[in-house]
């Protein structure tokens, strides 16, 4: 049985006896209050082995109260709960120096296995306060509980230099997560810097890296820095790490090793103090098994895993990424624009092979090229229907590109793989990306007139109703 004593605020009386019955039954002691100012005076007065407290209370704000915690009992764990569940709670509640950031609701078993982990590790995981606190410049938007598993594991690292590999598609977000580690972490007043493996020559990106002397190859007239001398102090970013050629990956595994390296065409080692971020949107375990990527390079690299989700499977943070790109666009001196709920079900609907990325490039045109204050659900079925909310291609459109942009959409499915295959059932994942844009814009064509909707895609009538009900699509009729 558990031992210890936990003091619980909350000014929601229900989580109070949630809480009470939980811990007293895993065998700790229990103190509960509604406020601020009696959590202080138990604190104050050394009570307790451990604090529980939700952030919003009727008298004081818990990140107000933490770092007046910090000061008198720095070893004290604290556990925050909040139900507002963005990047920035999370980031708050590690710089004000909480033990642990829980979203509600949380899961009973999982607080108790972090209270059993608090307790049986004294020493304290505080984080140093930074006194920056940058409210108005959110990094990174959702609230799903994908993305909040992400921020509760960013929080984490932050006071660390442990190296991270984010894996995820194009587009999800990943050198924001990288610049995210940075701009919060114990480097941000160290360099940032970033190097795309698949944007470089291959032949180059060994002296890109780790940079080059003077006649070292042919046209290499003076010495030159590389990224790693560029990063010192500061935190390297190696995207599409996938893309690295063996040669430059085994020098890579030395400077994990060793911590060191030399300048090609150089001697004397060089030491290097550079936290690594890695990113892939390739499977390395697959490019492993191929002989295209080491296997002792990936262990090294991939010490703390952070997996970012497809947009479609976290299609609740739409609305809150919308509304954030909206802002975003108005702050550059686009004119402001409402969007109708309709037309957000219709993109939180929408498959999203480009990511965040590709909303992103939508909203953007939506904000610049419309003249209506209002983005409507035909507007939406219209843009996500044609080949324009592809991202960014500026060839016109004959019938040559228009092959083009099928092979561009296949290249999606079959490219990445090397030679491996894609996952199976590409049939009905293809066909299902392409029937729901097409059955919309035949909708949309005939303002939602059933009727000559079928007639035009030349499928029967009870064909096209079935699908608009399996595909759940909204047919709003219009009689212009
Ligand atoms: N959670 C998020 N909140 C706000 N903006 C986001 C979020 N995720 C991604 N973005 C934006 O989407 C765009 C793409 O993100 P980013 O470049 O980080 O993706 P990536 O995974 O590194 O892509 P690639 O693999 O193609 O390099 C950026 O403009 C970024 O600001």
Redesign the pocket.
Known sequence: MATGSILVADDDSAIRTVLNQALSRAGYEVRLTSNAATLWRWVAQGDGDLVITDVIMPDENAFDLLPRIKKVRPELPVIVMSAQNTFMTAIRASERGAYEYLPKPFDLKELISIIGRALAEPKTRALAASGDDNGDNI????RSPA?QEIYRVLARLMQTDLTVMIA??????????ARALHDYGKRRAGPFVAI?MAAIPRDLIESELFGHEKGAFTGAASRSAGRFEQAEGGTLFL??IGDMPMDAQTRLLRVLQQGEYTTVGGRTPIKTDVRIVA?S?KDLRQLINQGLFREDLFFRLNVVPIR?PPLRERTE?VPD?VR?FFLQAEKQGLPSKQIEQAAVERLKRYRWPG???EL?NLVRRLAALYPQDVITANLIDQELSTPASAPAESETSDEDDLSGSVERFLNKYFGGYGDALPPPGLYHRILKEVEYPLIGAALAATRGNQIKAAELLGVNRNTLRKKIRDLDIQVIRSSR
């Not at 990094?139 to 959702?142: I, T």
């Not at 598609?169 to 924001?176: F, H, R, V």
């Open positions: 990094p990174l938007v959702g993305m995820g598609e194009s587009g999800t977000g990943k050198e924001l997560v795309n995207d599409e990113a949107n970012l943070d990424l954030h990511n965040v990325r992103e």
